[in-house]
């Protein structure tokens, strides 16, 4: 049963940071691109960062040099650290997989930077 869950969300003033995990399972972990999105209200999703079986990474223009992804294959887990958080950076962020993306998202963490 693949299963996706994100935690570490929370509020935060802003130029502060937050470390977000999703656990997963029912997936090779570690064969898979793992991902990061976002969803502000009234918003479309949108990509944040990813990071390959490899380790190679990659991030949106909005987040680069702010944000780090990493991945740690023996806890089947992928984080985002989020540092010099800003109130655009306000929405649920999701966790994915290339094995899950077309027909599963879990719940989200939500992430909430005042100013």
């Known amino acids: 049963q693949v299963q996706l869950v994100e935690s570490g969300g929370g509020l935060v003033q802003a130029g502060g940071s937050l470390r977000l995990s999703c656990r997963t399972s029912g997936i090779r972990f570690s064969t898979n691109a793992m991902y990061w999105y976002r969803q502000a209200p009234g918003s479309q999703r949108e990509w944040v960062a990813l990071?390959?079986?490899?380790?190679?990474?990659n991030y949106a223009d909005s987040v680069k040099g702010r944000f780090t992804i990493s991945r740690d294959d023996a806890k089947n887990t992928v984080y985002l650290q989020m540092n010099s958080l800003k109130p655009e950076d306000t929405a649920v962020y999701y966790c994915?997989?290339?094995?899950?993306?077309?027909?599963?998202w879990g719940q989200g963490t939500q992430v909430t930077v005042s100013s």
């Open positions: 990071i390959a079986s490899g380790g190679r990474t």
């Open positions: 994915n997989s290339d094995t899950t993306i077309r027909t599963y």
